[in-house]
């Protein structure tokens, strides 16, 4: 799906973020430490992708590899699940394997999607149109990954704006505001960077809360995605402070972290 913005909708429950516009190069430089393995729920091909004899899964092993694996472009969604240890496969019984099978073919859960015996981080879902679904074993990693995206989303249309200026250096995001956007909006926030306005040297990025989650499955759209939400608080980024800042307009729209700000 063309267009400049980021949607992101938090299933506090199991850890979920369903996300468009958050790229896996913003995952990989967001997580605290690239996965070392990763086992695949998704055919693949190509000289880093091995075979589990035990599972019948597919592995990549090796930062590097992990790294060039999920930066490299694919033909088919790209599923997958890290894991700690390169026997940690062996241990797997068939109904666990089972699980990963209807995760990578449902695209869903039936229990929580976090092994002990793998020790996973992560349970990651390519989708159609750009769409994913992330599991984080640990919430506050998906804060940095945020982080990343809306300063490489702000940084890119800066450069639009100024073809001949230096390059932006933007400073980290503070927790509040990340909490704010992850979980404020529970039916999910639509960060619209292609609707930004400067003014005094101040970025104002537009914040929209989704009114009909449930059309989300038949979004295929820019257009589509913003008629089913609507402003309710600007984000801003002053250029002269280096500061963040975020402006709510409808309080009714945010949950109980709204005092936070």
């Known amino acids: 799906m063309r ?5 992101l909708s938090l299933e506090p429950v199991t850890n979920m973020v369903y996300s468009l516009g958050i790229s896996p190069a913003d995952f990989l430089n967001g997580v605290p430490e690239v996965p070392n393995q990763l086992l695949l729920l ?12 035990h599972t ?18 694919h033909t088919q ?8 240890h390169a026997d940690d496969l062996d241990f797997l019984l068939p109904t666990e394997i089972a699980e990963l099978l209807y995760l990578g073919h449902m695209e869903t859960h039936i229990r929580t999607p976090f092994y002990a015996k793998l020790q996973n981080e992560y349970a990651f879902l390519s989708l159609r149109d750009g769409f994913y679904k992330i599991y984080y074993q640990h919430l506050n990693h998906f804060g940095h990954v945020l982080d990343v995206s ?3 989303h702000l940084r890119a249309m800066h450069n639009n704006r100024w073809v001949f ?7 980290d995001i503070p927790h509040e505001i990340l909490l704010q956007l992850t979980e404020g909006l529970m039916d999910g926030a639509v960060i619209a960077f292609d609707q930004l306005v400067e003014r005094r040297r101040v970025y104002l990025i537009p914040v ?3 009114q009909h989650p449930e059309h989300q499955a038949a979004w295929h759209t820019q257009e589509e995605v913003y008629a089913d939400s609507k402003e309710v608080a600007s984000l801003r980024y002053d250029l002269a402070t280096r500061e963040w800042s975020l402006t709510i307009h409808d309080n009714q729209e ?3 972290v709204a005092d936070l700000i």
């Open 77 to 84: 969604p790209v599923k997958w699940l890290d894991y700690l």
């Open 208 to 210: 929209r809360a989704v």
């Open 254 to 256: 945010f949950g109980e």
């Open 150 to 152: 809306i300063k490489r």
């Open 42 to 53: 998704n055919a693949e091909s190509g000289n880093d992708v091995e075979i589990n004899p």
């Open 165 to 171: 200026a230096r390059p932006l250096s933007i400073t």
């Open 56 to 73: 019948r899964f597919q592995t990549v092993s090796g930062q590097a590899q992990v790294r060039r694996y999920l930066l490299g472009k």
């Open 3 to 7: 267009g400049n913005f980021v949607y």
